[in-house]
C-alpha cells in the first residue's frame, strides 16, 4: 500500500460520503416512486479499472458493490473513440454491459470524472424507472421467454456528449416507453447525482492530491481484499453443499432447482453452481457472465461485514472469491434470455448461500429468510389515453431467525434495502384504495426463536381497465426453510376479492386484468425459525399473541403454550410440552419439498442437469421437461402438495434412472 493507515482511513470515509451525498441527491431529486420512496437506485464511485472502490454504506440498493464498469467503458472507447469531459454513458443491456445492468429498466449511467485533462475516476449510479417498453406495462413479467420481450435494449452508448444531450438518444428513450416523462425525470435526478459526485471529488483532488486519489482507489479495495480474507479464514475449511428450489418457471409448474457446492480454503471461497438447471425460458435468468456477480455473492458480502464491521465497502470484498457457473445454466445464461425476474432466482441463490455457509457457521447464520420481493405494479388508463404505471409496494416478508435472536417481521433485507411506499402516497399517485397493509400473524416459522412474519397487503381498485402485476412471487409453494429443529415458515399467496364469493386463489401472475371495485391480498412467506419451539420462552410466545404476531391456535400447537383469557396456563402448558415430541431435524424445508427429494433426490438431479449441460443449449428445457414430467405422470395429481406413498416414490426413482439411462 501506497498511503499510510491514517490517510486511508481519511479517505476511505470521505468517498463513502460522496457516494451518498450522491445518493440522496438521486432521492430527492427523483421523479417516481420507486426513486424517491422506494430507493430503488445506487451510487458509487469506480477506479480507472471500472470497479467500485466507493460504495454507501446506508442508502439506495445495497448489494451492487461488485458490479464492473469497465467492459461498458471499453465498449463505448471502442465504437466512439475516448471519452471527453461532460461524456456520460448511457446502457441498460445485461449481455452487452456484461452484467452492469442486469435487467432493461434497470438504467445506468456513468461519467468519467477528469482532472488537468486526465479520468482521476468514473461516477456511477441506476436507477429502476417505469417503463422501458416490451410486452407488458413496467417491461417485466416472468413469462417473457427472450429479452427483445422486455423492452427496449440500450447498449453502451453516450447520453451526453460533452455535457450536451444527445437528442437522438432521448428520442428513442421516449418513443419506447408507456412514460416517456417520468423515466427522463428520473435520468435528470441521476446526471444531477453524478454531477454532485464530480464536485466532490474534485475537492478531494484540492485537499489531497489526485495522485492520492488515485493511490487510495487501488489501497482501499486491496485494503478490504485482505479484510475479507482475514474474517473468511475464521471459517472451517471444507466443502458444504445446499440446494433448494424456484417453485417453477412461470410458464410450467415444473420447480427450477439451484444447487451450490460451498468451498472454503485459507480465506479464499469458491462457489460451484453446478448441478443447477439449464436456463429457463422464461424471465429468471441471472445473467453473471460466470463472474463473482453481485447476484450470486451477495451472502459473502454480508457475512464478512457481520464478522467485521470495519471493513470498507468496495469491490475488494469480492476479490477472495471465485465462481464456477456453467455456462448456459440458470445463473449463467446466453443471449438471448430474458432476465426481468432474475432477483427471483438471486433469492433463492442468497438462500443457497445461507444454507451452505450454515453448514459451517451454525450459531452465525440464520434460517431461511422470506425469500421473495414481488414489485406489486397496478397500470391503469389516463384519462387523456396513455398509462400510468406505478409500484404499490416492494412486499417483502421476514428474516430467518438464528440462534439466540427472533427474525425480523416484514423488513428483510436480503438483497437490498429497499423502502416502503406511504399509503397515502400510493392512493395520491394511482386509482387504488389500500384497505389493509400489515404483519401476517401465524406465518413466521415456530422455533425456540421465531421466524420473521410475512406481510399482508390487500388494494381496492378504483379505475376500470387496470392491471396488476407481482413480478418475482415465490415460495407459494416450497417454504422458507427452518433450522436446528424448527419449522419453516408459511408459504405465500395471492387472493382475489377475499372473503367474497368470486374469491379467486391464484399462483404467479403475468398481466392480471382487474375491474374497479376488485380487491387484491398479497400475502408474502414468512421466515424459517431456529431451534426447538418447545423450548420458546413462554413468555415471549405470550407476548407474540399478545401482538398479533401469533394466534392463540398456534401458541397452542405449535409451541405447546396454552393461553386463557391471555394469561399463561402454566399447569396445562407443563403437561403439553411433556407430552409433545420434537423431531429434530437440521434443516425443516416443510412437507411439500421433503415429497419432491423423496421422489427425485437431490443426487439424481445433479446427475440429471449435468447430462443436459451435454445436450445443445436449445434442447436442454425440452428434454428437462420430458424427463421430469414423465416422472410425475407416474405420482398422485396435486404432487408435491400431495405427497406419495413409499410405493409409488420408489418407482419414480427407477422411472428417473430409465430416463437418464435413454
Known sequence: MKLDAVTLEILNNKVA?????MCLTLQRTGRTLYVKETADFACALAGLDGRFFAYPRSIGVSGFVGLECGPTIEAVERTAGPLAP?????????YRSVGLATHLPDLQLIEPYFHDGRIVAYGWCFVHCSDVGG??????SPLNSEIFQEGLRIPPVKLLRGGVLNPEVKLFLDANSRTPEANFGDIRAMLAALGAGRRRVEQVIAQHGAETLLDAQTDLVAFAEAKARAVLRRIPEGTYRFSDYLDDDAATALPVRLALALTIADGTVTLDFTGSDPQVATAMNIPSHGRPHAWLTLRVLALVH????????????LGPVSIIAPKGSIVNPQEPAATGVRHAAAIRVNDLLNGAFGLALPAVMPAASSGTVIPVVVAEPLPQGGRNVQVVEPMIGGTGAREGHDGVDGRD?????LANNPVETVEAELGVEVLRYALRPDSGGAGRWRGGCGMELTFRIETDGASVLGRGMERLLFRPWGRAGARPGAPGALIINRGRPDERHLGKIDMLSVAAGDTVTFLTPGAG?????????????????????VSVAAARADYGVVLVDGAVDVAATKALRAAAVAEPRDVDFGPEREAWDAAFSPEFMGRLNLRLLEAP??????????????????????????????AAADAA???????LAE
Do not use: C, H, Y
Open 306 to 317: 457481520t464478522l467485521d464491521k470495519t471493513v470498507p465497502l468496495n469491490a475488494g470484498l
Open 653 to 659: 426413482r427407477r422411472t428417473l434412472e430409465a430416463a
Open 17 to 21: 460520503a460522496i457516494t451518498e451525498e
Open 413 to 417: 433485507s436480503g438483497i437490498s434495502n
Open 529 to 549: 425459525g431456529w431451534g426447538d419451539p418447545l423450548l420458546r420462552d413462554v413468555e415471549a410466545v405470550r407476548r407474540d399473541v399478545e401482538n398479533g404476531f
Open 135 to 140: 410486452r407488458v406495462p413496467s417491461s417485466i
Open 86 to 94: 461532460g461524456d456520460v454513458i448511457l446502457t441498460n443491456d445485461p
Open 617 to 646: 443449449l436449445e434442447a436442454r428445457q425440452r428434454m428437462r421437461r420430458e424427463v421430469l414430467e414423465r416422472v410425475l405422470a407416474t405420482l398422485p395429481e396435486g404432487f408435491p402438495r400431495r405427497p406419495a406413498a413409499p
